[in-house]
């Protein structure tokens, strides 16, 4: 059932002050290279954040961005802010000068929070914004001596369905668009997923992928273990399969935060076979589609549980999910208890089972609106649904299966393609490492499918062998007419693969 917390509510106190005030504070909150923290020191960081921002003037609503890289400091901010009832606004600690531009003159932001290495570019950026926001690095150790516990802020009475937290949608074009979320939104996903689904327990040590600014981090690697008393690992530097194998050995995590892009990057390492991921109960995957055909090498490989999902920033986190002891590769499971799912045609009515449809789904986790953009939020947010742009289907068992972005679904010959079959079945090719298929307009101005790959080794007339492989597994009119080889996939600011970008590149191979 859809979660619905009491008119004041604020989730600093539902994922923080409340385990401290249940005689779960000594335990272990956080662990870093650098040791443990609890929960009963993050509560005290937080209050001392909240007081710095008190004293700068900060006032309850105010947006307030995180530019920080995880640790301890992060999290403290993060509840620092909403302890204050201000607003968090998280972003990548590494942008570059015109996307702190940006971000700081589009959110109105009254202060940031950096560390020392990025306070320059910050505070260049801060003098050009039109509020001129106050940046802000103090660190941890500075703080406490600068603030007694005495003088720590406590936690503002928020309304339920008062803006928390701002994330940024996923597209491929233009600038991201904040999605606003409430108070309400995060307390219900956890309730709903975290607790129902994954079953997080307080003996749950979670590690991630994606970093905290990332929404699906944000949830599943910091508020849900918070919600139940069980334990984040964190560390600041970039992920890489070595990064993280080490990670694994060293903090011996039971539930692993994954994306199919590192998932990949696991399978195909060359020591993957000796490295130990028997502390993993299960791992979760979201972010961007998971083909069938790498979950099938995820389970040979690691035999580890492997849960795929989706999820949307406009309905904060994941609502359809496969179970534990109950996964179907390739599929994205069944609704979520607490949310409801429909799939609909251009007219909005429903389809039969077994064909595609435009994706809606309501909850308790719908966001109040998109920021300053007033007409996507009439087209997006429609009564209690969220009209997505996702394209799935249904089968007969309730399982519903990906087939991709309205703006990624291909027409080719009048028939609709779905990248996502193309890419499986080339990822099933030996020679392939990572695959993705767009709609290229020809000098006709018709559509055509063409394949970007990174592959181990592309040979001479690889691209004529990947190309009869398709006609070979799906049916003849789904063969990429081009298959471009690159080193590396471009990504978006969410590491998702920037399908627009791939459609402008000048490749020259064929």
């Not at 334990?231 to 970039?238: C, D, G, M, N």
């Not at 979201?286 to 406009?314: K, N």
């Not at 599929?331 to 251009?346: H, K, N, Q, S, W």
């Not at 997505?388 to 991709?404: F, K, Q, V």
Request: with cysteine; net charge negative.
């Amino acid at each position: 059932m859809p979660f619905t917390p009491p008119e004041v509510f604020n989730i600093a106190d539902y994922f923080l002050d409340a385990r401290v005030r249940e005689g779960s504070g000594d335990r272990r909150a956080l662990i870093t290279d650098d040791g443990a923290v609890t929960y009963r020191e993050v509560q005290a960081l937080a209050g001392r954040y909240g007081t710095m921002l008190l004293e700068t003037g900060v006032m309850p609503e105010q947006r307030i961005v995180i530019a920080l890289q995880d640790g301890p400091a992060f999290v403290a901010a993060l509840f620092g802010i909403l302890k204050i009832g201000a607003v968090v606004v998280m972003v990548n600690p590494q942008l570059t000068p015109d996307g702190i531009d940006y971000f700081l003159s589009y959110t109105r932001a009254a202060a940031v929070i950096v560390d020392r290495a990025s306070r320059g570019a910050f505070t260049e950026a801060a003098e050009r914004a039109p509020q001129r926001p106050a940046v802000l690095d103090i660190d941890a150790e500075d703080l406490q001596a600068r603030i007694p516990a005495m003088a720590e802020a406590g936690t503002f009475a928020s309304h339920r369905d008062d803006a928390a937290i701002w994330l940024f949608s996923g597209g491929t074009t233009g600038h991201p668009k904040a999605v606003v979320q409430s108070h309400t939104s995060f307390a219900n996903t956890t309730e709903c997923y975290a607790k129902e689904v994954i079953g997080y327990g307080p003996d749950d040590i979670t590690l991630s992928v994606p970093k905290l600014y990332f929404g699906y981090a944000t949830g599943s690697n910091l508020l849900f273990p918070f919600a139940v008393g069980a334990t984040t690992a964190l560390f600041p530097e970039r992920c890489t399969a070595d990064a993280l194998f080490a990670r694994i050995e060293q903090y011996r995590p039971t539930i692993l935060i994954n994306v199919p892009t590192m998932i990949n990057h696991m399978v195909s390492h060359p020591g993957a076979a000796e490295r130990d991921l028997s502390s993993l109960r299960v791992v979760t995957s979201a972010g961007e589609a998971l083909p069938e055909e790498l979950h099938r090498r995820w389970q040979d490989r690691f035999g580890v549980e492997l849960l795929d999902g989706l999820g949307t920033a406009e309905m904060w986190h994941i609502f359809l999910s496969n179970r534990p002891g109950a996964a179907r590769p390739g599929t994205l499971g069944t609704a979520v208890p607490g949310f409801e799912i429909r799939l609909c045609d251009d007219a909005g009515d429903e389809v039969p089972t077994g064909e595609v449809g435009y994706l809606r789904v309501r909850g308790n986790s719908r966001a109040i609106s998109y920021w300053q953009n007033a007409e996507r939020s009439r087209t997006a947010f429609q009564g209690e649904w969220y009209v997505s742009e996702d394209m799935l289907s249904r089968d007969e068992d309730g399982y519903y299966w990906y087939a991709g972005r309205a703006d990624d679904m291909l027409k080719v010959g009048g028939k609709w393609l779905a990248p996502q079959e193309v890419e499986n079945c080339l990822l099933q090719h030996d020679a392939v490492r990572e695959v993705a298929l767009v709609g290229v307009t020809d000098d006709t101005g018709l559509v055509k499918p063409h394949a970007f790959v990174v592959a181990g080794d592309p040979g001479e007339n690889l691209g004529e062998e990947l190309q009869a492989f398709v006609k070979q597994h799906l049916e003849p009119y789904k063969y990429p007419r081009r298959v471009v080889f690159l080193d590396a996939m471009p990504r978006t600011h969410l590491g998702k693969i920037d399908r627009g970008k791939l459609k402008t590149l000048d490749d020259g191979a064929g």
